[in-house]
């Protein structure tokens, strides 16, 4: 049974401007959104032109930093994937697809799974039940920045693991709340995106919640480019006069931070099935 001892209290800067709570759960270091919106209206928080994983706005400075971060954390993503022994990928969380399109130019077979986003091609799916359906098991399987939106989270991780084949790679990336930029942004902290963000993890949360179901977990890397995004996205959310200075200084220095504690603002972990 969960615990409703308050993480943090903050809102929808982006959409609705609600209140919500960050609760502490019954497992060590996952907090949850509270309240949780149900599937059926989840829907409506996406809608906003600013959202830059659902929407294309080239003229929108908020979309350029996204969408060039992106370009420049594909190479750093790549590098953690083993794709020279890969025949075919499963990306959670497609949104756009852009990187599954990416991953189809090395010949490899790549799906994705996206629930928001409508989409035409035959190789995204729904929803993770549909891919179960159709008996297909996979080399690598990712999820960047997509565990966080799940409703049925630990019905997700398992269904991940069993996706996987034997010796598969499983690699996640998730923000970080005990990161330098998270506390001190505190409730304007652009990592915590409620009520899009249904789930935030600490380093032992996400490790933890992969290792009990069978994983073996292999290494974790730190995403520097993120810590400049989400401290720019909170700087918007405080209204700030000087958005483009004040990230500099503040990613800059909660990276340096985090050389010493191993706190950075988002990390990718690798895990094997074996």
């Known amino acids: 049974m969960e615990q409703q001892q308050t993480h943090i209290k903050t809102k929808d800067f982006l959409v609705s401007n609600e209140e919500f709570v960050i609760a502490k759960t019954s497992d060590f270091g996952l907090l949850k959104t509270l309240p949780s919106p149900s599937k059926d209206k989840i829907h409506k928080y996406y809608k906003s032109d600013k959202y830059t994983s659902h929407h294309s706005q080239k003229s929108s400075r908020f979309n350029f930093i996204y969408r060039t971060s992106r370009k420049l954390n594909l190479f750093f993503?790549?590098?953690?994937?083993?794709?020279?022994?890969?025949?075919?990928?499963?990306?959670?969380?497609?949104?756009?697809?852009?990187?599954?399109?990416?991953?189809?130019?090395?010949?490899?077979?790549?799906?994705?799974?996206?629930?928001?986003?409508?989409?035409?091609?035959?190789?995204?799916?729904?929803?993770?039940?549909?891919?179960?359906?159709?008996?297909l098991q996979f080399s690598i399987i990712t999820a960047w920045h997509s565990l966080e939106h799940t409703h049925d989270i630990?019905?997700?991780?398992?269904?991940l693991v069993d996706l996987l084949e034997e010796k598969g790679r499983l690699v996640v990336a998730v923000p970080n709340y005990e990161s330098y930029d998270a506390l001190f942004y505190k409730s304007f902290w652009a990592?915590?995106?409620?009520?899009?963000?249904?789930?935030?993890?600490?380093?032992?949360?996400?490790?933890?919640?992969?290792?009990?179901?069978?994983?073996?977990f292999r290494y974790s890397k730190p995403m520097l480019l993120d810590a400049f995004y989400v401290s720019y996205l909170s700087e918007i959310n405080k209204n700030s006069r000087r958005p483009i200075l004040s990230t500099f200084l503040v990613a800059f220095f909660s990276n340096l931070k985090a050389v010493f504690t191993n706190q950075y603002s988002s990390n990718l972990f690798v895990f094997e099935k074996t």
Not at 106 to 117: C, D, H, K, M, Q
């Open 77 to 135: 993503k790549k590098k953690h994937l083993n794709l020279n022994s890969c025949k075919n990928l499963l990306d959670f969380g497609s949104g756009d697809g852009f990187f599954i399109q990416s991953i189809s130019e090395s010949n490899i077979r790549a799906f994705g799974v996206e629930p928001v986003l409508p989409t035409k091609s035959s190789n995204v799916f729904k929803q993770l039940s549909d891919v179960q359906k159709k008996g």
């Open 154 to 159: 630990h019905q997700t991780s398992q269904a």
């Open 191 to 216: 990592g915590y995106d409620t009520p899009r963000h249904l789930w935030h993890f600490n380093q032992k949360a996400i490790i933890d919640m992969f290792v009990k179901r069978g994983l073996t």
